[in-house]
């Protein structure tokens, strides 16, 4: 069954330094990748996705990630890390034939002064 | 657009209650999802609708669960006989059906707590 593993539930990076989320995926087929952002008391917001066009993909607000066949990975990156980044990120993956998604346990990123 | 909405956004019912919360999708969106996301969990899939058509439900959606979409535009989700475990954040995503590639746009919840 397709899933995804978010490792490490708190991240904690300055302001301005790089941000790394990590995502390991399982699945049996070229799976279909998802990172959300999700700010307190709101719903998700999609940042970036990955459909196999490119392994390389740029999302919203500076994100990106990268799909590593290798090393079934799909870690979420920013350069500089601001404030307003600060929220539950969460890894997903497109199950059920395509008709559900289904997420890691999230990580809380906090930026700190 | 105007994005998916939910009503209520947050909802304190007594143990026992009936609640019943609403989503209305993206217009042009002919699939509806519900998810339930529980404290420091990511979110867990219920059920998804295609048009007016129910056509899966999780293990997760028990008997006093019941969801539907009548006109294949908004949809209602309903909790009988609710119980402290169903407290939970309930979100509503909206979709295009284009296989695979389902970009699935979520509203911003509705908090249940059950006292």
């Known amino acids: 069954a397709q899933s995804v593993t978010q490792l490490g539930s708190h991240v904690s990076v300055s302001e301005g330094a790089l941000v790394l989320l990590r995502c390991n995926y399982s699945?049996?087929?070229?799976?279909?990748l998802f990172w959300y952002v999700q700010y307190p008391n709101q719903g998700l917001q999609l940042l970036l996705k990955y459909t196999s066009a490119a392994t390389l993909v740029k999302g919203i607000n500076g994100f990106e990630a990268e799909f590593k066949k290798s090393e079934t990975s799909f870690h979420l990156t920013k350069p500089s890390a601001h404030m307003s980044d600060a929220a539950e990120y969460f890894c997903g993956t497109l199950t059920g034939g395509g008709n559900k998604l289904t997420f890691g346990t999230g990580t809380q990123l906090k930026v700190e002064l | 657009d105007t994005g998916v909405s939910q009503d209520p956004r947050h909802k304190i019912t007594k143990r026992g209650q009936n609640v019943t919360f609403r989503c209305d999708p993206i217009?042009?969106?002919?699939?509806l999802y519900w998810y339930r996301q529980t404290l420091g969990q990511g979110p867990e899939f219920l059920t998804y609708f295609q048009n007016e058509a129910q056509l899966e439900k999780s293990r997760l959606l028990s008997d006093r669960f019941s969801a539907e979409r009548p006109k294949g535009s908004f949809s209602t989700l309903e909790i009988q006989r609710t119980e402290q475990g169903d407290s939970a954040m309930y979100l509503c995503?909206?979709?295009?059906?284009?296989?695979?590639?389902?970009?699935?746009?979520f509203g911003p919840g509705t908090r249940l707590t059950v006292t």
């Open positions: 699945s049996s087929v070229p799976p279909y």
């Open positions: 995503a909206s979709s295009l059906d284009r296989g695979r590639e389902n970009e699935q746009y």
């Open positions: 217009s042009e969106h002919n699939r």
